[in-house]
């Protein structure tokens, strides 16, 4: 391997890795290898840009800490982590689809009961959900555990939230015999992806929004049935056209109703204008060798 040009190293370095002994991290390797000298090749990328380019990629991993994955904020953005997704959950139309589990969810979240109040006190319009699990022909799935986990009326989650040393606005649920599940909490927002690091110049570059439309993150999980990761976004949020992670699906945007405090199916359980929202989870069956 001695005098390679443009034209000759993309199988050099190929070839170097032809013992590799798991064919899958074969594939993958050289089909990066290909793409990436592919990309080189198509732009000409210059020294120069190399250099600036190594240099946000190693930016990009110094952000990251134990609560903090810049990468992932990268895959987001460059819609890789939606691909893979969509790749990995293929599903029929009437299926519940997925969307991207996002850095909020925690192992330790309180399992509630049936129509707990999880806002953990925090201030906003109180929400009512009632959510029911069911199969692809309509029956119900009881006993699936459901993780639910938001944001708050500023666009916080607990972990962000000054002086909150309880966990708020997550929980785990199981379904009952009818594959119903609910609870109370209060009214998501929308809230701004972190711009302060490599992913943020990125973003400004290109005139991106760093806005996430309000949502409200849902994960269901039993034996016999696929996983499904979603979120349900409120109809009138302004960001549903530009969220900058991809996540958005028309199947997965709700009505938030809004209701009177003496009007309404929960009329009388509070004492300022509420919402409603309601979902029927379909699951897909889980796939068997």
């Keep these: 391997m001695r005098d390679l040009t443009s034209d000759t190293i993309t199988e050099a370095v190929i070839s170097t890795m032809r013992d ?10 050289e089909s990066l290898v290909r793409h990436l000298h592919a990309f080189v090749r198509d732009v000409e990328l210059t020294e120069e840009e190399w250099a600036r380019g190594v240099d946000f990629l190693t930016r990009t991993g110094q952000m990251c800490t134990p609560t903090r994955q810049e990468f992932i904020l990268l895959s987001d953005v460059l819609g890789v982590t939606m ?5 990995s959950n293929r599903r029929p139309s009437q299926a ?4 991207v589990l996002g850095p909020y969810f925690r192992e330790d979240r309180p399992r509630e009961a049936d129509a707990a109040d999880i806002s953990g006190g925090l201030p906003g319009t109180p929400l009512f959900f009632e959510g029911r699990v069911v199969d692809r022909e ?32 997550r929980a785990l649920f199981r379904t009952d015999e009818t594959g119903h599940f ?19 110049e990125l973003m400004s570059a290109t005139s991106r ?12 999980e039993t034996p016999g049935f696929q996983r499904v990761t979603t979120m349900l976004f409120p109809s009138d949020d302004p960001h549903l056209d530009t969220d900058p992670v991809f996540g958005v ?4 945007i709700e009505r938030f109703d809004t209701y009177e405090a003496d009007a309404g199916p929960c009329r009388g359980m509070t004492e300022v204008p509420y919402i409603l929202l309601r979902r029927t989870f379909v699951l897909e069956p889980r796939v068997t060798d």
Excluded: C
């Excluded at 691909?83 to 790749?87: M, P, Q």
């Excluded at 029956?139 to 966990?167: F, I, K, M, R």
């Design 96 to 99: 519940t689809q997925n969307s």
């Design 249 to 252: 699906r028309q199947s997965l």
């Design 138 to 169: 309509g029956a119900p799935v009881a006993g699936a555990a459901v993780d639910v986990w938001h944001s708050d009326s500023d666009g916080h989650y607990d972990v962000d939230v000054p002086g909150l040393d309880e966990p708020a606005m």
């Design 83 to 87: 691909l893979v997704d969509s790749l």
């Design 182 to 200: 609910g609870f109370r909490s209060i009214r998501p927002s929308s809230y701004p992806i972190p711009g302060d690091g490599p992913v943020g």
């Design 20 to 29: 590799t002994k798991d064919p899958r991290v074969a594939e993958i390797l």
């Design 209 to 220: 929004s760093l806005m996430r439309p309000a949502h409200v993150h849902v994960m269901i």
